[in-house]
T-cell receptor, first 113, second 120 residues
């Protein structure tokens, strides 16, 4: 089955700097890669996703890149703000199979002001 | 509704007690998922419904876990004879389309706030 690894487990950046979180997956059949942000006591919230037919997607300060050959994808947050502090999860799935997702272990992002 | 709604938000159960967790998906969403999230970990898949049909229950950890969605909307996750290792957040999620939905924004998965279960 699918296995998703996520690095780093914790990341501390200065406000205004960029943050990068990386994930690798094992199942070449996976074609959907969402990123979720989870704040304390809340459920995961989708922040951006990418499908395997594109290599990069950007939404304001957030971008995701996908390398299908190497089976890895990354989240890039530019101009970080204190409100970006949270736990971020990557996930992988096959959209045609009802989109059952396999999640990484999460990255705790702390933005210092 | 506006989002996925779960109840209760917090539940403390004595070991051996049965619990029932409820999920109200986004109105009209065909797919419904249950995930289990242990402290400091990512969510792990438990089971999947397409309308009222339970198409995948491969993630249920034991036969003490049972889920249903009898009318294709509200779902209940039941845990019988709870044990301490069942302590976790139970997340419900829904998406607009089902398995044949293909690659489209309608397959985006939206999560609820979770039900926090502590077994003492």
């Amino acid at each position: 089955g699918e296995n998703v690894e996520q690095h780093p487990s914790t990341l501390s950046v200065q406000e205004g700097d960029s943050a990068v979180i990386k994930c690798t997956y094992s199942d070449s059949a996976s074609n959907y890669f969402p990123w979720y942000k989870q704040e304390l006591g809340k459920g995961p919230q989708l922040i951006i996703d990418i499908r395997s037919n594109v290599g990069e997607k950007k939404d304001q300060r957030i971008a995701v890149t996908l390398n299908k050959t190497a089976k890895h994808f990354s989240l890039h947050i530019t101009e970080t703000q204190p409100e970006d502090s949270a736990v971020y999860f990557c996930a992988a799935g096959v959209m045609e199979y009802g989109n059952k997702l396999v999640f990484g272990a999460g990255t705790i992002l702390r933005v210092k002001s | 509704g506006a989002g996925v709604s779960q109840s209760p938000r917090y539940k403390v159960a004595k070991r051996g007690q049965d619990v029932a967790l409820r999920c109200d998906p986004i109105s009209g969403h065909v797919s419904l998922f249950w995930y289990q999230q242990a402290l400091g970990q990512g969510p792990e898949f438990l089971t999947y419904f397409q309308n009222e049909a339970q198409l995948d229950k491969s993630g249920l950890p034991s036969d003490r876990f049972f889920a249903e969605r009898p009318e294709g909307s509200v779902s209940t996750l039941k845990i019988q004879r709870t044990q301490q290792e069942d302590s976790a957040v139970y997340l419900c999620a829904s998406s607009q389309r089902g398995r044949q939905g293909g690659s489209s924004p309608g397959n985006t998965i939206y999560f609820g706030e979770g039900s926090w279960l502590t077994v003492v």
